[in-house]
């Protein structure tokens, strides 16, 4: 990761609806990073939609000052207010989420009253039209537009961005959290994923079902809609006597099941960027990612000697079988710097430079 220079920034995080609203995966991004700008030493505002009761427009919740624009989401008041507001804030940088659209264009306003440069958060699961207006300015807008993954880089250049303008930086972890948790009961694999259509726990039952006659257990962390069918398929394959259903476990429950198993795989259809996969890795798991066209899991360990990259479920089984030639670890150090702090430092210098580029510093 890059070191960045130490100084303090006022930083206008700019999102109609935030993680308060919705608790999608890119809003949760977003308010990560707010948290740990400010736990870097930053200002952070963040002009949003009020959520919160009471008369007063301001709240401050870890460090975070929250500005409620309007009373609650409505795009045209929302964005009517936003460039004022940001040219009385005088901020350092300004970065906005892309949904609703149009609010890029009020930042973007707001940016050029306030002299402060423009980013764009683009996450990747915010469901705009691709055919709208809106949704082209919002990737032409911008300074620079940053996505988690290059699968994400690639639907934002099809936009329209100008693939200089678009940076990669990749989702974080709490790696001091890993290395506090004990590790759980050995298992042989683990899963994460909603259970929902996206999660294909088929190609995993299916490869697990492959190996049979070999010892071993597996545990699936999740709860969805599609939890009883994959339930009553592990029972149908006879080897739901070897898989748990864990449901919905919190962020420690999960450390502790990726410490205590040997390989994670992964099979999402649709993964922007495969968090779950990162903190196993973390863990010391041996990852096994089944290629598919719309996730960015194999971008993670395309460089990793501890994985395999399979295309169906005999390849998975093939690969279960084979990570037994690796060594059981329960952390693994190369993952350190994909944590909170280090991936902040890479907002960090990309704000440095867009202020330097833009003559702002």
């Known amino acids: 990761m890059t070191p960045v220079l130490d100084r303090h920034m006022r930083v206008a995080l700019v999102a109609m609806e935030t993680v308060h609203h919705r608790a999608t995966r890119g809003n949760r991004r977003f308010d990560r990073l707010a948290r740990t700008l400010v736990e870097a030493g930053h200002d952070v505002t963040v002009f949003?939609?009020?959520?919160?009761?009471?008369?007063?427009?301001?709240?401050?919740?870890?460090?975070?000052?929250?500005?409620?624009?309007?009373?609650?989401?409505?795009?045209?008041?929302f964005c009517a207010r936003v460039p004022f507001l940001l040219a009385r804030h005088r901020p350092d940088v300004i970065h906005a989420r892309p949904s609703p659209p149009e609010q890029v264009v009020a930042a973007s306003s707001g940016g050029t009253l306030a002299q402060a440069p423009l980013a764009v958060e683009w996450f990747g699961d915010e469901g705009l039209d691709p055919d709208s207006r809106f949704t082209r300015w919002a990737v032409t807008e911008p300074a620079v537009v940053v996505t988690p993954s290059e699968m994400v880089r690639t639907e934002v250049r099809e936009l329209g961005a100008d693939g200089d303008d678009v940076r990669v930086i990749p989702e974080s972890i709490d790696f001091d959290a890993i290395e506090a948790t004990p590790p759980?009961?050995?298992?042989?694999?683990?899963?994460?994923?909603?259970?929902?259509?996206?999660?294909?726990?088929?190609?995993?039952?299916?490869?697990?079902?492959?190996?049979?006659?070999?010892?071993?257990?597996?545990?699936?962390?999740?709860d969805g809609p599609n939890r009883a069918d994959y339930e009553r398929q592990a029972a149908d394959l006879r080897i739901d006597d070897r898989v748990t259903f864990a449901g919905e476990c919190d962020r420690e429950e999960r450390v502790a099941i990726y410490r205590g198993a040997h390989a994670?795989?992964?099979?999402?259809?649709?993964?922007?960027?495969?968090?779950?996969?990162?903190?196993?890795?973390?863990?010391?798991?041996?990852?096994?990612?089944?290629?598919?066209?719309?996730?960015a899991a194999h971008e993670l360990v395309e460089n990793y000697e501890r994985s395999f990259r399979v295309t169906d479920p005999q390849g998975m089984a093939d690969a279960i079988v084979e990570a037994g030639d690796f060594e059981r670890l329960s952390v693994d150090e190369e993952w350190a710097s994909y944590d909170h702090d280090e991936v902040g430092q890479d907002y960090e210098a990309l704000y440095e430079e867009l202020r330097t580029d833009y003559g702002w510093l």
């Open 48 to 77: 949003c939609a009020q959520w919160w009761d009471g008369e007063s427009s301001v709240r401050e919740i870890d460090g975070v000052t929250y500005r409620g624009v309007t009373l609650g989401p409505a795009i045209a008041s």
């Open 184 to 222: 759980g009961e050995e298992i042989e694999v683990a899963f994460a994923h909603p259970l929902d259509d996206s999660a294909n726990v088929e190609d995993l039952l299916l490869g697990l079902a492959e190996l049979r006659d070999r010892g071993w257990r597996a545990t699936v962390v999740g």
């Open 264 to 295: 994670f795989v992964q099979t999402a259809y649709r993964e922007q960027f495969p968090l779950e996969l990162l903190w196993a890795l973390a863990c010391g798991c041996v990852g096994i990612v089944e290629y598919q066209e719309r996730s």
